[in-house]
């Protein structure tokens, strides 16, 4: 009886909490046009009048500066550091300015550099920083949109310009995001890799392949090759590296080019569009083929021919080509260093990685498989906009119990996974549990669909555990430090992709424990030694006279501030609170910022029609490691926008002139 009363009260609990409830909201000088979440969990949001800084905890505005006209590309996170590029155009005249996030000061600012940034790339040992601006870059969906991007270097410490480039020709570009808006959309540059700075080289993959002295930019090696093949985004890989070479992909081809000369030592040919390479001691291992999206309206095309090939990094040569996969070739994870994972629309496959050599083959029955990961417990995931289902794998160096041996386990793994999916009959013998939601019938269906693309995508903005797989078997530290120094709208805009495009980048989407800070945290006494296990290091400032009257002086036709302007903050929390409690809210943010580095992406979500007592349309969160639904949101309608901060458990959505913050519910 107690057990009865006490179901019922949890009922009622849940009834009662059933309606969506915001836990904060804030409301704002004008219409929400855009806002994106940054590593210290502020939320940074544009109305027609305002840029806010908000604590995404607590709704409270941190900061405002008074700006009209911004979009969601006129702000620029520097990854690993406290500051933010803000591109600004007033009439005639435009420039783009150093902010530091956490006050909203501005560190330095240009009148040289012209358009808003789209990508960068970081070199804090070096002070340099290398920034990709477009100029007028908005357009309809549907409608080609090209542009010549202009590439400066730059002091990150003063703003102090060493050189610039603009390229050769027009470039396509593509738009933010598909969300059938009928007036004009951003445009970004997210159909190509970032620039990469590595050895003092600044290389740049929009024309071919290029690169330059990182200080005086003389052009070292160009290949020019036609990038976004039949008009879809990102079918050459990003570049990766050993202790020799840089890997690049283009036209069917693969380079090596050495670290110390610059130079193309040797190149693998007729490989095919090459989306995926990962390195692993001395063997580079691509796929070839796969899914893409397609720039004009965002449609998933598949594109072959589909397989994994090696390469031996010292020589070039071809070790072996796996060609047994079909359409729709999902991306691929080591489940160990010598055993491949991939997925295409019917099997999930695992692959001997020494000869190329199929070890299994079986059907995941998963609709339209777009991914595959590898979770904590070693069973393979395999997943598309609605579905994920995970299975036990064999792989060379241990074998898998019999499925016999698994019904006399103690742990019944058939018995869990009809627990998970009672109406499924388990049809393939490694199925572990299976979960499916579909997206609510009610409403709009592009908005809906868009909707739940954007919920399903959430989890590779985190490169959690089960994605970074790859990196963990690789060891690539020095690989892991310069891919976080870069940065490309692809992380914003992340539901524009497909999600094998996302999978595959997202084990480069971690946050390492390392920060410069530039702004106020540099000038606070003590935050930087509060932070245990964050290793945070005062950005290299100009050694100039500490005179608030200063201005700033010229260097190289940027303004170097001195003392940190905040003229243009019309709000400020840090100027109202004293200085213990300043330091306090200081270090919460970077301790924010130290759990999002420790972070690993554990929830799928999808946005489905809840069940009782909720029954209404709201947010479901898979653990990718059991099958359980762990975790409702119960926002029913969404901003289309909406995005999650997992170091605080809540949901961020945009109504009109309000931002609100829904809590993510643990079951």
Not at 100 to 115: E, F, Q, T, Y
Not at 349 to 363: F, L, M, W, Y
Not at 368 to 397: T, W
Not at 649 to 660: F, H, I, M, Q, T
């Amino acid at each position: 009886m107690k057990v009865f009363a006490l179901f019922l009260c949890l009922l009622c609990f849940f009834a009662a909490n059933s309606q969506a409830q915001s836990v904060w909201q804030s409301k704002l000088d004008g219409k929400v046009e855009f806002y994106q979440t940054t590593d210290f969990g502020i939320v940074l949001t544009g109305t027609d009048n305002s840029l806010y800084a908000i604590d995404g905890q607590t709704g409270e505005t941190l900061w405002r500066r008074r700006h009209r006209g911004l979009s969601e590309t006129s702000i620029t996170p520097i990854p690993s550091t406290d500051l933010i590029l803000l591109s600004l155009d007033e009439g005639n005249k435009s420039r783009i300015e150093a902010v530091d996030v956490l006050s909203g000061a501005s560190i330095w600012r240009s009148d040289k550099v012209k358009g808003d940034v789209l990508q960068l790339a970081f070199e804090p040992e070096q002070d340099l920083l290398a920034v990709v601006l477009v100029k007028k870059a908005k357009g309809k969906v549907g409608e080609e949109l090209k542009r010549t991007p202009t590439v400066h270097v730059l002091r990150l410490s003063g703003g102090g310009e060493l050189w610039k480039k603009e390229l050769d020709s027009d470039i396509e570009m593509m738009p933010s995001r598909f969300d059938g808006n009928l007036g004009e959309v951003p445009f970004t540059l997210d159909n190509y890799r970032a620039p990469l700075i590595l050895d003092g080289r600044l290389y740049l993959f929009y024309e071919g392949a290029t690169s330059y002295d990182a200080r005086t930019g003389k052009e070292k090696e160009r290949e020019k090759f036609k990038i976004n093949e039949d008009g879809l985004a990102l079918t050459e890989a990003d570049p990766v590296f050993d202790e020799k070479y840089v890997f690049t992909s283009g036209r069917g081809k693969i380079r090596a080019v050495n670290r110390r000369t610059g130079e193309v030592e040797w190149t693998a040919v007729d490989l095919g569009v090459t989306p995926e390479m990962a390195v692993v001691g001395d063997i580079l291992y691509i796929r070839t083929g796969g899914q893409f999206t397609r720039i004009e309206d965002g449609e998933i095309k598949e594109k072959g021919s589909f397989g994994v090939s090696a390469i031996n990094t010292k020589s070039g040569k071809t070790l072996w080509r796996y060609k047994g996969a079909d359409k729709g070739l999902t991306n691929f994870v080591f489940l160990d260093a010598n055993t491949i994972l991939i997925a295409d629309k019917d099997d999930l496959i695992t692959i001997d990685a020494s000869n190329g050599k199929r070890i299994e083959k079986s059907e995941h029955d998963v609709e339209k498989a777009q991914f595959v990961l590898v979770n904590e417990r070693g069973e393979a995931v395999v997943g598309g906009h609605d579905e994920i289902a995970a299975f036990q794998v064999r792989s060379l160096k241990s074998k898998v119990q019999s499925q016999f041996e698994i019904r006399s386990s103690k742990f019944n793994i058939q018995g869990f996974a009809e627990i998970q999916n009672p109406k499924s009959k388990i049809q393939n013998r490694a199925e572990v549990w299976r979960v499916k939601h579909k997206a609510p019938s009610r409403g709009v269906f592009r908005i809906v669909a868009g909707i739940a693309l954007r919920a399903t995508a959430l989890y590779f903005r985190y490169g959690g555990i089960a994605t970074s797989a790859l990196n963990l078997v690789r060891g690539a530290n020095l690989a892991r430090s310069a891919f976080a120094l870069r940065w490309s709208g692809l992380k914003n805009q992340f539901s524009s992709f497909d999600l094998t495009t996302l999978a595959s980048n997202s084990a480069k989407n971690y946050v390492t424990n390392k920060i410069y800070s530039y702004g106020i945290a540099s000038r606070t006494p003590n935050l930087l030694n509060r932070i245990n296990g964050l290793q945070v290091q005062a950005g290299n400032l100009p050694s100039l006279p500490n005179t608030s009257n200063i201005r700033g002086k010229i260097i190289g036709g940027a303004i170097n501030r001195v003392t940190p302007s905040r003229t243009d903050v019309q709000e400020s929390l840090l100027d109202r609170i004293d200085p213990v409690r300043q330091v306090e809210k200081l270090s919460n943010y970077f301790l924010r910022r130290k759990r999002l580095a420790d972070l690993r992406g554990n929830y799928m979500y999808f946005y489905t029609d809840l069940p009782r007592p909720f029954d209404k349309k709201g947010l479901v969160g898979v653990n990718v490691h059991t099958g359980e639904d762990a975790r409702f949101i119960l926002v029913s309608e969404p901003d289309a926008r909406f995005v999650t901060d997992e170091t605080v458990g809540l949901l961020y959505s945009a109504d009109g002139n309000r931002l609100l913050a829904y809590d993510v519910l643990n079951r």
